[in-house]
């Protein structure tokens, strides 16, 4: 069992997050998975009705701060709670494995983000009520910004997420 040293050592700790090509991609795997679990979930609590449509939660439908950071979607309730819970999730070997850097940030928000991206596109498809049929502009009113067959959320969210992946690679002090 690993424990937090925090002394100073003259040996050099392994990196962390590994770079190996291979925990890379079971990285990315396992955060898939999640998000399919999530996925189900979130149908089972949200039927057909999409973004928190039927719940009794409060919303903010209109406010220039969410056509910034929300793609123009209302805020509510829900997702003012599920949000934090699941980046804290991702967050608990960082805080708990005593292994904080800003690689190992960088590579948590890039799964936060693969993970929201994934689990949203897995609603559609799964849901009995949308399929990938209506994986569309027509039926989706809470994306309203949409480009190239998807969200634009997704496009911004997907290019960020491997720039990231890619930071968190990076050899510590190379340029």
Known sequence: ??????????????????????VLVLTVAWTLLLAFFFANVEIQIEGAAGWAGNLPTWRIEHH??????????PMTGYH???????????HFPLLFGG????????????????????EDFLWFVLNPAFGIARFAPDFVPWHIHWWAGAPTDYWVSLAAAAALFRLSCRVSGAR
């Open 99 to 118: 292994r904080w850097n800003w690689r190992a940030e960088a590579r948590v928000i890039a799964c936060i983000m693969v993970f929201w991206i994934t």
């Open 1 to 22: 069992m690993r424990t937090l040293n925090l002394s100073a050592s003259r040996e050099a700790a392994p990196a962390y997050p590994p770079r190996h090509p291979l």
């Open 80 to 90: 003012a709670w599920v949000f934090p819970c699941v980046a804290l999730f991702f």
């Open 64 to 73: 220039w701060l969410l056509d910034i950071f929300w793609g123009g979607r």
